[in-house]
Nanobody, 127 residues
């Protein structure tokens, strides 16, 4: 059974740079992608960033230039570092995983092509 567990959320002052993490277990696909999404209250889900098992990365337009996605060498833990945060970046941040296809087709960004989801970690930015 695949489990994704996010951590690192909390209250952050504007301009801060928190690092979110997502630990994965039970995910056996060697060619895969994982991604971060966010959803603010009353708004649509947004694709933040994705990374493929071969290290390729892709970023959503909502956070262009302000985030960096990475994974550890064992490809177990996924990270998201966010810079120059603004109050409008406040949201629940989710980690998701799937096979490699959503990354290559670009369909990861909508979220519907992802197979597994964590429960999310809340990030609140105060001005």
């Amino acid at each position: 059974q695949v489990q994704l567990v996010e951590a690192g959320g909390g209250s952050v002052q504007a301009g801060g740079a928190p690092r979110l993490s997502c630990s994965a277990s039970g995910f056996t696909s060697r060619r895969n992608c994982r991604a971060w999404f966010r959803q603010a209250s009353g708004k649509k889900r947004e694709g933040v960033a994705a990374i493929a098992s071969d290290g390729g990365t892709a970023y959503g337009h909502c956070v262009t230039g302000r985030v960096s996605i990475s994974q550890d060498n064992a490809k177990i833990t996924l990270y998201l570092v966010m810079n120059n945060l603004k109050p409008e970046d406040s949201a629940m941040y989710y980690c998701a995983a799937a096979g490699i296809a959503p990354f290559h087709t670009g369909r990861w960004i909508g979220g519907d092509a992802m197979d597994y989801w964590g429960k999310g970690t809340l990030v609140t930015i105060s001005s």
